[in-house]
Structure formats: structure tokens, C-alpha cells
């Protein structure tokens, strides 16, 4: 499996303001960049706060894209994800139309009326006690076929998964805003790591848009 973690960031780190509404932080040229990775993957992953920040649909937008996948024996949109400890995604929720399969991961704490609820509208995966246990979702996850997995935020579940040692590249545009806020959402937020940082290999940076993607690969995978 080869997860790679996609994001848009503003120049001071922030994925969003502290009102956590989705901001347009990179311009065409990117969404671009990002719908051509979303093409090449099996799955797009994101956590439950985003569904519900962002209502996401997480679709590939070009019909060329989609018509090429399906040439290649692919389903017109990769899988989606959504990383959800108490089934809290709502039933309307973009991300569970019938444009592609959806898996919801849940944990065992997850109350039993919104697994009936999302158990209409998604594939339901439960590992883990009071909070998903990424290492066992995404070992489900390659179990049913999944193993190119792009991951685009937010930022609590992007630090559990380097915490978990998951993820093989970060791309990251860096664009020209600054946001600020000790609330507003950045890259990583979770606990953070006090030691044993990981790290990471610069693999690339190309300008893009008024801003810069940066690939880096993460040591030790
Ligand atoms: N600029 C960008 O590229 C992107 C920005 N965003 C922004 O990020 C914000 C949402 O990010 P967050 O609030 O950090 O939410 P998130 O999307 O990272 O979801 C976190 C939630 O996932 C659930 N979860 C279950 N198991 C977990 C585990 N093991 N580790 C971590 N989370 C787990 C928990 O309910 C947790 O609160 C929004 O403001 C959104 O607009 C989101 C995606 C991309
Ligand atoms: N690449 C990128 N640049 C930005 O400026 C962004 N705000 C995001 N956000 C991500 O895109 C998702 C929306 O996807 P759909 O258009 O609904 O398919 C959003 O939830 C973030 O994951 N990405």
C-alpha cells in the first residue's frame, strides 16, 4: 500500500481559518494537479471533521480523467474514505452519493442507530475501541483492493497517520496567504510529537499557481 497525504496550506501552515470554513488556498493550476492524483488512486481519505467542515465530494472533476480510468477497468471515481470514530457523518452528506463506493471507518463506540443510519449509504468498517485504529482500517482497506490511498486532511488525522508510521509522501502547496489563528487547522495538529520526529526527504519542488508544491518522501518507509 502507498499512502501519500495531499494538502494546501497558506504560507503560515494553516489548512483553514479558525472558523474551519473551506478556503480556497491554492488557484486552478492546482485543483489541476490535485483532481490528476485523485485520478491515479484508488481511494481519497479524509477525516470526519472535514466532511463536516467542508462537505466534501472528493470526485475526480475532468471526464477525461474519468473516462480514462474507466478505460483502464477502473471505477470512474477512486473509492472514498471517511475516518469517523462515532458515525457522525450525516446521511446527506456529498461524500455518500452514488458517484463511488464509500467506506466509513468507525470504532467499536460508534452507537448502533448511526451504523444502521450510514449502513444504507456506505461500505462500514469498525477497528479500534473509542477511536479508529488506523493501522487495522487500512490494513481492511488493502484487504478490499485499495492500495494507492491519497489522504487530503485535516490536520488531526494527517498527524495520526504519521504517528502510525502510514504515510510514504506528503505533497504540500504552499500558497500566498497568511491566516493565522492558534485555532485555525494546520498540517498536523493532534497531540504533536515531543521526540522521534519524523522525518522527511525532499524529493521535489516545483512553482505552481503564486505558490510552491513541495514532495517530500517520509524517511524509514
Ligand atoms: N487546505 C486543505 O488542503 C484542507 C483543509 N481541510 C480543513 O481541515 C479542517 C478539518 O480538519 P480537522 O478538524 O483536523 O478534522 P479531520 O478531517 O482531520 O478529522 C478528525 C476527526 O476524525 C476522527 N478520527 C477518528 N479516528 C481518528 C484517528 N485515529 N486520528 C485522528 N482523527 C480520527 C475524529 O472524530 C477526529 O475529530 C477543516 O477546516 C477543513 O476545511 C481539510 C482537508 C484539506
Ligand atoms: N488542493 C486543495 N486546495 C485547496 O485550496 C483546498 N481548500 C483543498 N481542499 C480539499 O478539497 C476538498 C473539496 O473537494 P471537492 O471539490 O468537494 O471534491 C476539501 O474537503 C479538502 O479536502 N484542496
Not at 57 to 68: A, F, G, I, M, N
Request: hydrophobic share 45%.
Amino acid at each position: 500500500m502507498d499512502v501519500i497525504v495531499n494538502a494546501a496550506a497558506s504560507a503560515d501552515g494553516k489548512l483553514s481559518s479558525r472558523r474551519r470554513e473551506q478556503l480556497a488556498i491554492s488557484g486552478a493550476d492546482d485543483f489541476a494537479r490535485v483532481d490528476r492524483l485523485r485520478a491515479a488512486s484508488d481511494a481519497v481519505v479524509v477525516g470526519v471533521g472535514t466532511v463536516l467542515a467542508d462537505d466534501p465530494h472528493l470526485t475526480v472533476k475532468d471526464d477525461d480523467l474519468r473516462s480514462q480510468r474507466r478505460e483502464d477497468d477502473r471505477p470512474g471515481n477512486p473509492a472514498r474514505v471517511v475516518v469517523d470514530s462515532s458515525g457522525r457523518t450525516p446521511t446527506d452528506a456529498a461524500i455518500l452519493d452514488d458517484e463511488a463506493t464509500t467506506y466509513v471507518c468507525l470504532s467499536e463506540a460508534a452507537p448502533v442507530d448511526r451504523r444502521m443510519a450510514l449502513a444504507d449509504h456506505a461500505e462500514l468498517i469498525t477497528a479500534g475501541e473509542g477511536r479508529v485504529d488506523l493501522l487495522r482500517a487500512f490494513a481492511t482497506l488493502q484487504e478490499e483492493g485499495l492500495e494507492q490511498l491519497m489522504v487530503e486532511g485535516g490536520g488531526e488525522l494527517i498527524f495520526s497517520l504519521f504517528e502510525a508510521g502510514l504515510v510514504d509522501e506528503l505533497r504540500l502547496f504552499v500558497g500566498p496567504k497568511i491566516i493565522g489563528g492558534r485555532d485555525a487547522p494546520t498540517l498536523a495538529d493532534g497531540e504533536g510529537f515531543v521526540s522521534e520526529f519524523p522525518t522527511l526527504e525532499l524529493a521535489a519542488v516545483d512553482r505552481l499557481d503564486d505558490g510552491v508544491v513541495l514532495t517530500w518522501r517520509v524517511d524509514d518507509r
